[in-house]
């Protein structure tokens, strides 16, 4: 049974820093490419990071890229989310997920239950 368990999620101000983290079980973690995706209460679930099996190929929403860095260690089966300079607007439940293809679109294969990341101005 495949599980991936999001963690470091909590309350931050605005301008802060947070680190992600999503570990897997379960199924062959190198051989996923992993994403991070977000949602906000009576929003749809967007895109936000994506990395490759490898770790060498990263893709980011316009909305972060340059203030969020999405890495892997496949040796621990972890994928992080290392957000810097955070505003308001990044406050949400974000999900870690993985899938056999790095894409933007929800359609991933298995996804965490999410934890909540709250800034505050």
């Known amino acids: 049974q495949v599980q991936l368990v999001e963690s470091g999620g909590g309350p931050v101000q605005a301008g802060g820093s947070l680190r992600l983290s999503c570990t897997a079980s379960?199924?062959?973690?190198?051989?996923?490419?992993m994403g991070w995706f977000r949602r906000t209460p009576g929003k749809e679930r967007e895109f936000v990071a994506t990395i490759s099996w490898g770790g060498s190929s990263t893709l980011y929403a316009d909305s972060v890229k340059g203030r969020f860095t999405i890495s892997r260690d496949n040796a621990k089966n972890t994928v992080y989310l290392q957000m810097t300079a955070l505003k308001v607007e990044d406050t949400a439940v974000y999900y870690c997920?993985?899938?056999?293809?790095?894409?933007?679109?929800?359609?991933?294969?298995?996804w965490g239950q999410g934890t909540q990341v709250t800034v505050s101005s």
């Open positions: 997920a993985a899938d056999r293809i790095r894409k933007v679109e929800t359609t991933y294969a298995y």
């Open positions: 379960g199924l062959t973690f190198g051989s996923y490419a």
